[in-house]
C-alpha cells in the first residue's frame, strides 16, 4: 500500500463520520474510549504533542505519528489538523495494515 491508499481510507472514515479531528475532539475521543487509533501529525506543537501521546499511553490507544498537517488536514477533506481519531474497528484495521507497509511511519 501506499501513502494515496492511506489518504483514501481517511477520507473514507471521514466522509462516513467514522472519525473525528482537531485537538479537543481527538483528547474527547481518548478519554472516552471511542478512539481505535489516533494519527498526530510530524509537525504538531510540543505541548499538543505531549498531551496526546501521554493520554494515549494512560488510555492505551495506539498512536502513529506521520505525515504533515497540511497532508493530514487534505485527506480528511478539511483544513491543516494536527491530529484525528479513528472510531470505527473495521477503518482502525484497514488504517494499521496500510500504515505498517508504508517506510518510516513511527508507531507506539
Known sequence: MTVTDVFSLLGFAARSRQLVSGEEMTLRAIRTRSAGLVILTEDAGNNMAKKITDKCKYYQVPLVVCFDRNQ??????????????????????????????IQGVSAF
Open 72 to 101: 493530514l488536514g487534505k485527506a480528511i477533506g478539511k483544513e491543516a489538523r494536527t491530529a484525528i481519531a479513528v472510531t470505527s474497528p473495521g477503518f482502525v484495521k484497514s488504517i494499521r495494515e496500510a500504515l505498517g507497509e
